[in-house]
């Protein structure tokens, strides 16, 4: 069984400040861990994927994130918010490398204030 | 190619109507996945395809859900007998198969239902 849970439905930020968005995962097995960037009534965009080659991932628009395994952890963060950051974000988890496998949280919204 | 298209992005129908989705995936992309996302709630897996064998379907494709994707390009997610708790957004992604498991998988818009 697999799971994510990502702590706060909302977060707020102001605009240059350090975001932190929070994802603890639970797999029987090494798992792929996600990150999504949904706009609205928009898809879902990767922003980065953990697939064990590096504790540390870096993504598209200046994200990254760190697997701790120790705190089953895979926290999102950016150093400086912009306007243009305010999404849902969705922490995922993979047993396999295939996505009919993904585990999808439930999102966290950020709003980044001016 | 532009990308994941679904159609239609919205559809409003009434109550043990029945509605069809079309997605076109990235057209180098063997593999196809029809997700289900609900107001406050992350996307839920409902079923994919390699080419155009369905591999596997979720619990939650109860038996009023029909996908097909017959000559492994475009698929269709029909609805039938739509009742309430169906208003979602339905998603779809494609990836390319690579081994065991897939390069990324890129999503479309979505098919917003809402049945009334």
């Known amino acids: 069984a697999q799971s994510v849970t990502q702590l706060g439905s909302h977060v707020s930020v102001s605009e240059g400040a350090l975001v932190l968005l929070r994802c603890n995962y639970s797999?029987?097995?090494?798992?792929?861990l996600f990150w999504y960037v949904q706009y609205p009534n928009q898809g879902l965009q990767l922003l980065l994927k953990?697939?064990?080659?590096?504790?540390l991932v870096k993504g598209i628009n200046g994200f990254e994130a760190e697997f701790k395994k120790s705190e089953t952890s895979f926290h999102l963060t950016k150093p400086s918010a912009h306007m243009s950051d305010a999404a849902e974000y969705f922490c995922?988890?993979?047993?396999?490398?295939?996505?009919?496998?993904?585990?999808f949280g439930t999102g966290t919204k950020l709003q980044v204030i001016p | 190619d532009t990308g994941v298209s679904q159609d239609p992005r919205h559809k409003i129908t009434k109550r043990g109507q029945n509605v069809t989705f079309r997605c076109d995936p990235i057209s180098e992309h063997n593999r196809l996945y029809w997700y289900r996302q609900t107001l406050g709630q992350g996307p839920e897996f409902l079923t994919y395809?390699?080419?155009?064998?369905?591999?596997?379907k979720s619990r939650l494709l109860s038996d009023r859900f029909s996908a097909e994707r017959p000559k492994g390009s475009f698929s269709t997610l029909e609805i039938q007998r739509t009742e309430q708790g169906d208003s979602a957004m339905y998603l779809c992604?494609?990836?390319?198969?690579?081994?065991?498991?897939?390069?990324?998988?890129?999503f479309g818009q979505g098919t917003r239902l809402t049945v009334v």
């Open positions: 797999s029987s097995v090494p798992p792929y």
């Open positions: 953990y697939t064990s080659a590096a504790t």
């Open positions: 995922a988890v993979s047993s396999s490398g295939g996505y009919q496998k993904v585990t």
């Open positions: 992604a494609s990836s390319l198969a690579v081994g065991l498991g897939d390069t990324e998988a890129f």
């Open positions: 395809f390699q080419n155009e064998a369905q591999l596997e």
